[in-house]
């Protein structure tokens, strides 16, 4: 780097700091090519009485946020993904430079799969930690107990999972899709490239599904031409035997299976599909709910031939998402599939970290007020940009599931889609 | 209600559906039986049932890895000596933590609850420290998927049969082993008078631990089975638990015919509600009607006499 050194017969201290300064300053842009984005910031870091008003766990060196998820009980399959995500994004942020000069310390946190867990531990790490951030949370259940909590306390949720939308809090930002951006433009798909006319939904009995099946069943009956629900149905949590409504789907014979089944029974219900002969390659079959990760336990091959409706697919051939999967499977193993929820969650300590340094300040307020209009250009899906209620715009894509897991994008919206947590007329 | 179909579909649904009914008859069997035996003969309530039948579940996985690695040619025999597997599997799993832990626990039968509680969070985390928190897709033999169509709109499935004959076969075996075979003389005996049966030569001990291990084997066998219908993973056992004891209750703890009979009615009232009402409601009703039935009769169906 430097030729300096060399000539420098004579060692004074105070010289020989300043000759490891001027070698050091080469590599900070070395090191911010490295990473997603340059940082100027990276050399200076302004004052911690300057950027943090509010007591938070900010020092002129680090910073802390919490990660708070299940890594135990029945959601931990789920969100496992998204706490590799945001780790990986937490690293990738460090290795260039941290947030406005502070590197990123984690708290991790586990919610248990226990909804009142979820609302103590986010108080612990709001209260005891003083977290700038929480990144956390996956089911509707764990956000709605963590909600009162944030925003109590005032502090800042980066929550990762599509959902049923109904909500806007200054406290959270949303970085899956609300169920309109999800829901509305696959149907207009489905209906426009397969003729779909009959359409079958099914979904597991709580608020997600239910409320997703009603928007779903307005936008059927309402706007799609001669289009009509012929059946409607729900299972508990857990449910393990569909062969009735595989039966019925059997008689009535709709043009589209639209599915919302979670978690386990979604093996169940794919596998049990596959052995009543109905053949996912002849009939239409649209979800919302089977990522890449999901059909890990399904098995591709009683799946292959599904659409899934998602922001986002493992295989979206763009330069960031060739980066991402790359990095993400060098941290966590070549086997490692990457779904919807988990990219979303990769976004949230990436735009926590361009809001901070927007707001040139950690303070809650400031950022909550500083998060509109944030764009991410080098997000995995391709683009996001925050809306002023906190929702993400993004595009909806719909993928057709291959045998070997992964996902081959058929549709793709061509603008990003504006959030629409409140629909009118949808309700 | 009925007016959406015609005679002819609403026949083929009343066939189909009680199918459907058959299939989750067998279903309920094979996760209850193992229960039945080892609460039924020993008093033990045994929480970590689902986790048995998830270890099952995992043996029959690895096996399917197995033959598609290194035996591709006899992948669609696999499923049956996974089965054996899983057996041998559960079973030794079962004796030794009859060994180590319930042995210590029989003068005290509600410890056996929190004592099995802790074990299947034990075991819960012991499968996603060993195999991953993700669940595992377990790739099944082309024959038993698919299904044999019996008129234009009656199909029966496969795997289906295969799991009704299986029940079938375990449930004869069972009841040969209990009411034939000397050993389940000396089950009986123990079960009827531990002292008296000590007394008279039976090793009591010896009969506890064959009969834990056999309902952990039995356990084994279901969780494979249910690989075909169900999902792998560590907390899936949970799945089941519910439905398992709901179906032993009701059936009265003590008899495997009961369990049988119990699961016959909850599986059919469960799959004709389900068509005409939807599977939230027929849940509802079905527990409802259960519980109704455990207010008149605490004891479960059948009951069997024991000098206490």
Redesign the interface.
Known sequence: MSSNNDKSSKFSATRRKLLMGMAALPAAPLLSQAGLFSTPAFAQAPATSAVNTTGLAVTDTEVTVGILHS????M??SE?GSVQAEKLAIEQINAMGGVLGRKIKFIQEDGASDWPTFAEKAKKLLVNDKVAAIMGCWTSASRKAVLPVVEQYNGMLYYPTFYEGLEQSKNVIYTGQEATQQILAGLDWVQKTKAGKTFYLIGS?YIWPRTSMKIARKHIEGHLKDSSVVG?????L????F???I??I??KKPDVIYAAVV??????FY??L????IDLSKQTLLTISVTE??????????FAGAYSCMKYFQSLDNPNNKDFVAAFKKMWGEKTVIGDVTQAAYLGPWLWKMTVEKAGSFDVDKIAAASAGIEFSKAPEGYVKIHPNHHLWSKTRVGQAQLDGQFKVVFETPDLIEPDPFPKGYQ | MFSD?SLA?LG??FV??G??GL??FS?FVLMALGLAIIFGQMGVINMAHGEFMILGAYVTYFTSQFFLNHLPALFTAYFFVAMILAFIASGALGMFIEWAMIRRLYKRPLDTLLATWGLSLIL??VY?SVFG???????LPEW????L?LTD?I?V????LFVMGLTIAITIVVAVLMYKSSWGKQVRAVVQNRVMAGAVGINTEKVDRYTFGLGCGIAGVAGSA?T?????????G???IVDTFLVVVFGGAQSLLGTIASAFTISQA??TL??FL???MA?VLTLLGVVIILMLRPQGLFVIKVRR
């Open positions: 890594v135990t009980g029945t931990a399959i496992t009995d409607e149905e729900y299972f508990p857990g449910h393990t035997q062969n009735s409504v039966n019925k059997k008689l978690g386990g029974s979604n093996v169940a596998k049990q596959k052995a009543a002969g990760d999901e059909i890990d336990g399904i098995g591709g091959e009683n | 179909y579909e083929s649904i189909m559906q199918f459907a299939i989750l279903v819960q985390q996603r928190p993700r669940e595992v897709g377990v790739e038993m998927m698919g299904s169509p709109t199909e499935q496969i795997n289906g249910f075909m219908i169900g999902s792998t993973g560590p907390t899936s949970q799945l089941y469960q799959s389900e068509f939807s599977g939230s849940k």
